[in-house]
């Protein structure tokens, strides 16, 4: 009986280990400390467990732990930081999948026994996990780029994924009348699973940063749900922490597009592109040393970092453009769009990484006022947080949607890998104003011819 | 399954949402990406739950179903914190203080 108590204890402190590391997240300075206590509390919480009375063999559980952690330490030890984003994607899935076979096997223990508040906790915790484990393995395809990025759809598509959420929800409900029919158990888990791949299937590449906030939150959902099933305090609290922080992100993604979550979840955004109007004018190509001239006599230059910026690794390169302007005394900036990359937060780890303090790293609510004072943009591998149709043109796919506003600098220079629309398919009236100069080709090459030509100007 | 037991786990569910929305919408942007790995780690706690799936030995079914997730947990928490803690140490490499020495040190790097 003693053991329960020291477990509860274990957990508590655990519990409160968990919120002070997320609170050290509220500044760089703190997070690392924060972290460690998180990593303490998890210690903590894994040891007290292990003292659990139902526990009888722990050669199994060993085994298991030691391939866990060497699976998963070479896996973020090797990552590229470029791929970060497809690491969350697959390990969201793994979390989804330890929920669920939890959930399974609390199932095969109770079977008809189960309480209808059990199994609705069960059901709960399958659901949200089997819908994780395949809206997570779609995304994490789609970022891989083992599949094709660009929405996948069929006619009528919405209308039977409504009614097979309807009909899993059914099997649900009736589960939690007659907890014994094994079947609709494991029915239900097929359906959730089939609705995860559809619900993601059709998401464009580019709405990934929503996609992954919204598993980052079902996930967390599940580990809660498990809480609920287990009557275990601490897996409630990690996995509300977990699902609150993936809900409010995939709030603030959707509010950087100006879209709904239907709209993103239901919208096939991106898809094959309808009447839309070809833009009159010509894009003007320049060349690598006009483009250093300006730079080297600009006396403040935005950088603007997408996607491209991430697919074309040249984080590091872009870092040394910056350092040989600002050794010539022109003041260089980094603006951050929120939708900017695959995932948010995603171009901040990237440039963290090439070494540029994040003093230097700017919202944009913090950049927008001050464009009009920059000499040069440069954009790099963005297209649609840089679109001024968002803000001028009320009938563009993207109305509304928050930009950085580059057109209102004096030059922009847009890094570029090829004359086509780019991802989302939409035309980009910034390409044809006469004050943009576009440089087609790899964004690293690019980058560094101009690294080179600056050095010489 | 005892309604006190499902009012208190409520409890505990409310507190914590709110908790999290409180702590959450403090982390600024920035530090987002880091965030994600950090919350999955800690939600890696379901770790807990599979332990005791693998070591209670009901059936062989359920002990191998346990110990799959004792390793796809595991992944998460061990991952998830390794990876936060390389991001991190990028963010924190370079406090505005320090950030005009390390990249003077660069450029000596390449005079040389």
């Known amino acids: 009986m003693e053991s329960k108590y020291l477990i509860e204890i274990a957990y508590i402190i655990a519990s409160t280990l968990f919120i002070f590391g997320l609170k050290g997240l509220s500044h760089p300075k703190s997070a690392r400390n924060g972290m460690n206590l998180a990593a303490m509390g998890m210690l903590v919480a894994v040891v007290g467990t292990l003292l659990h009375h139902e526990i009888v063999s722990y050669t199994w559980i060993i085994v298991g732990l030691l391939v866990g952690s060497l699976i998963g330490s070479v896996m973020a030890l090797k990552v590229s930081m470029n791929a970060l984003p497809q690491r969350q994607a697959i390990s969201l899935a793994f979390g989804a999948l330890a929920a669920t076979l939890v959930g399974v096997a609390e199932y095969m223990r109770g079977g008809a026994e189960l309480g209808s508040f059990k199994m609705t906790a069960l059901g709960f915790e399958v659901l949200f996990g089997s819908i994780t484990i395949a809206g997570s393995l779609v995304a994490f395809a789609k970022l891989q780029e083992l599949i094709r990025g660009t929405p996948l759809t069929f006619k009528g598509q919405n209308i039977f994924n409504i009614a097979l959420f309807t009909f899993t929800i059914g099997i649900f409900i009736s589960l939690i009348f007659s907890p014994g029919n094994e079947i609709m158990f494991y029915v239900m888990i097929g359906l959730a699973f089939l609705f995860g791949l559809l619900l993601v299937l059709p998401i464009g590449a580019a709405d990934m940063p929503v996609v992954m906030s919204l598993m980052n939150s079902y996930a967390g959902l599940a580990s809660a749900a498990t809480g609920f099933a287990l009557n275990n305090n601490v897996l409630i609290i ?21 879209r709904s979550m239907t709209n993103v979840l239901f919208g096939a955004f991106g898809g094959a592109s309808e009447e839309q109007q070809a833009i009159e004018g ?24 997408g996607y491209g910026l991430a697919t074309a690794q040249a984080q590091h390169t872009v870092r040394e453009l910056a350092e040989a302007l600002e050794h010539r005394g ?19 780890v990237l440039l ?11 919202e944009l609510e913090q950049i927008n006022p001050e464009m009009g004072a920059t000499d040069v943009s440069i954009v790099i591998g963005a297209n649609d947080v840089v679109n001024p149709d968002a803000r001028d043109n009320p009938k563009s796919p993207i109305a509304g949607m928050p930009i950085i506003e580059v057109d209102k600098s004096k030059q922009v220079i847009v890094l570029k890998r090829g004359k086509g629309r780019g991802f989302s398919g939409i035309e980009n009236p910034l390409f044809f104003k006469p004050n943009t100069g576009m440089l087609y080709g790899d964004a690293k090459a690019s980058l560094a011819k101009l690294v080179q030509a600056v050095q010489q100007a | 399954m005892k309604t006190d037991i499902l009012i208190s786990s409520l409890y505990v569910f409310a507190l914590a949402a709110f908790l999290g929305y409180q702590i959450i919408s403090r982390v ?15 939600s890696g706690i379901s770790l807990v739950g599979s332990l005791v799936t693998a070591g209670a030995e009901h059936s062989t079914l359920s002990t191998i179903l346990g110990v799959i997730a004792v390793i796809a947990a595991t992944i998460n928490v061990v991952g998830g ?3 936060t803690e390389r991001m991190l140490k990028m963010f924190q490499d370079k406090l505005p203080s320090d950030s005009p020495k390390d990249s003077k040190d660069k450029k000596e790097e390449k005079h040389s």
């Open chain 2, 81 to 83: 914190f390794t990876i």
């Open chain 2, 28 to 42: 600024p942007p920035l530090l987002h990406t880091p965030l994600m790995a950090a919350t999955n780690a800690i």
């Open chain 1, 330 to 348: 022109v003041i260089v900036k980094y603006a951050i769009h929120p939708v900017a990359g695959r995932m948010p937060g995603h171009m901040n």
């Open chain 1, 282 to 305: 010509v894009q003007r190509e320049v060349g690598i040393d006009d483009v250093a001239v300006q730079l080297a006599y600009a006396r403040q230059v935005v950088i603007i970092p």
């Open chain 1, 352 to 362: 963290a990484e090439a070494n540029v303090p994040y003093s230097s790293l700017y």
């Open chain 1, 238 to 258: 990690a996995g509300t922490l977990d699902g609150f922080s993936g809900f409010i992100l995939s709030i603030l993604m959707c509010k950087a597009m100006n």
